[in-house]
């Protein structure tokens, strides 16, 4: 009896090292731990893995990413080169822009491929240079030599470009200080400056000074004061003056904000019709 025993023995202990070893495996790593119920279902034999969902789309779109304009920067006979983005096709069509106070024209940056669909883009720098801010200009009150500079611009870079390009049909685009000038610009030079717009400007608008245009776009900042310059540009509407007004979202005094080439591509399109 006590022989037959041994053999059983024997067996029990050579079974309870082998689950010893398999609990335990090699180099100390934990054991593997049993898969859940839901994965045992999704791995049995016959039964189809369903992949995860995709991932729900963003409710806002990432924007697009405009190309870089075409901005260089030509020489101008008599003074500094002036930055310039030419039209995309063979339009004469010109659009000056006036920097605003103590600034510079790379603000054109931002909104310039909305112009090139209509006309070629000139941005001089300001005849007088801000002390203590190299490269930083602002306009003097000597609004006949502005038009003189402006003219005399065209003239330059209408040869550099080997291009034509109308002295007398230019859209003026100004910015806060550069829009005051624009606006007495086209008030005393009616057959070069037919049309305007007027961005962020230290003053209303004058009905006197506008009322030939035959196009006039005005723009603020949404955190700008807004109330006078709107209602003005409906009264010059109502008047006869082809006017609209704009806001630009999210911007204050000295920038033009996230939304500014959409907005400045519908003022673009309006003052060139």
């Not at 034999?45 to 991932?55: A, C, F, K, S």
């Not at 500079?149 to 065209?154: F, G, K, L, S």
């Not at 003239?155 to 550099?160: E, L, R």
């Not at 609209?244 to 309006?270: I, M, N």
Request: glycine share 8%; aromatic share 8%.
């Amino acid at each position: 009896m006590r022989r037959a025993l041994v053999p059983l023995v024997v067996i029990g202990l050579v079974a309870t090292f082998m689950v010893a070893r398999q609990a335990t495996p090699a180099g100390g790593a934990e054991p593997e731990r049993p898969a859940s119920p839901a994965s045992a279902v999704e791995n049995a034999p016959g039964v189809t893995r369903t992949p995860p969902p995709e991932p729900a789309p963003s409710a806002e779109p990432s924007p697009a990413t405009e190309p870089t304009p075409e901005v260089r920067l030509v020489p101008v006979s008599g003074e500094e080169p002036s930055r310039v983005a030419p039209a995309e096709g063979e339009s004469s069509r010109v659009f000056i822009y006036l920097h605003g106070f103590c600034s510079d024209a790379n603000g054109i940056k931002e909104w310039v491929s909305a112009a090139q669909r209509h006309g070629t883009v000139i941005a001089p720098h300001g005849d007088l240079q801000c002390e203590g801010q190299p490269g930083r200009f602002r306009w003097g009150n000597d609004i006949r030599f502005i038009d003189y500079r402006i003219q005399r611009a065209i003239t330059s870079i209408a040869k550099a470009l080997n291009r034509s390009l109308d002295r007398n049909t230019v859209t003026l685009v100004g910015y806060s200080e550069g829009a005051a000038r624009a606006q007495s610009l086209a008030w005393l030079y009616p057959s070069h400056y037919p049309r305007a717009v007027l961005m962020s400007g230290p003053q209303v608008p004058a009905f006197d000074k506008v009322r030939h245009l035959e196009r006039l776009a005005v723009l603020r900042g949404e955190r700008e004061y807004r109330r006078n310059y709107r209602l003005s540009t409906e009264y010059f509407a109502k008047a006869g003056v082809p006017a609209r007004f704009w806001e630009l979202p999210g911007a204050s005094h000295g920038e033009l904000g996230p939304d500014a080439l959409r907005v400045l591509t519908e003022v673009f399109d309006f003052v060139a019709r």
